[in-house]
């Protein structure tokens, strides 16, 4: 990554530039330094001219910086505690995706808009994104994106009520998934198998899911989750002992990455396991910090939770 720093530095050429930061934001994402991807989005979509650079999507990734960009930044400030500001950039790469008229450029930006809803926990609208692209995928995809598109569907079933028809959906692109080798995001779809396996109260496969996911080397996106999901699935499998262990977990690496989103659930996950502990005040003493940081989202899932826990913990 340093090498193409260089080469656009000495070349002073900005389309260079900007495939250094497009590099960057995503090694720096995976990584979980999401602060410092952001920094490489802003820099790079500052280089960005779309009648100058419209053409990397034909020579660079397959895909177009600008909309990549901007899909990247939706996922990640949902993440960092700026969902209606990721809302907005999604329909952003959306609109520049349907403007470029390439489809590779297109289907990423459907399929990254199923991946924020999916975060967001918005089942009916990961539904609504993934029955546009999963054609297009079968038609123009790869297999990684029609795995991926495939496991997210799944998700989305099952949280819908549709337990096992979702969870068979979630084992199809699972295992076509596997069968591409991809390791890219590895920790973001394991962990979102074992969400699903979670809902649907398969403990046993969701547990072996999400410890496959913690030893993914190197790849720390969603790790705040990864611990949260452990947890929860312990708690439900009557496992009690790591419970709490595990949502301190989730708590340390969602402080560590500024990933507010997470950290919130991860305080809602450990302020239920206390109030049922019998130490209420605690669970508020815990909740009520991280709940206040937020500005903008309250129409959430995560937020409404959060509230409405926060309201008993007070009564």
Known sequence: MDQLFDI??????????????HAAWHTFWVMGSLAEARQH????????????HGEQAFQYGGHDPSVCGRASEALIATAMGYPA???????EALRAAHELDHMPTRIQALWCAAELYQILREPRKVEEFTNVVLPLLAD???????????MLRGWAQVLRGQAEEGISRMREGLAAWRATGSKFQATYRLARAADAHLFAGETDVGLQLIDEAIHQSGDNWLLPDVHRVRGELLLLSGQN??????????????????????????????????????????????LAPVYGWFTEGFDTLDLKEAKALLDELHA
């Not at 656009?8 to 930061?21: R, S, V």
């Not at 802003?42 to 009648?51: C, D, I, P, Q, T």
């Open 85 to 91: 500001h990721g809302a907005k950039q999604m329909e």
């Open 8 to 21: 656009a530095h000495t070349t002073n050429e900005n389309a260079l530039a900007l495939q250094a930061h």
């Open 41 to 52: 989005i802003a820099s790079g979509l500052s280089f960005y001219r779309r009648e100058a």
């Open 140 to 150: 123009h995809g790869s297999a990684v994106g029609l795995s991926n598109a495939t």
């Open 241 to 286: 002992n790591d419970v709490e262990e595990c949502f301190g977990r989730a708590l340390k690496a969602a402080q560590a990455q500024r990933a507010r989103l997470l950290e919130l659930r991860a305080a809602m996950s450990m302020a239920r396991l206390w109030r049922s502990q019998g130490k209420p005040q605690q669970a508020r003493e815990l």
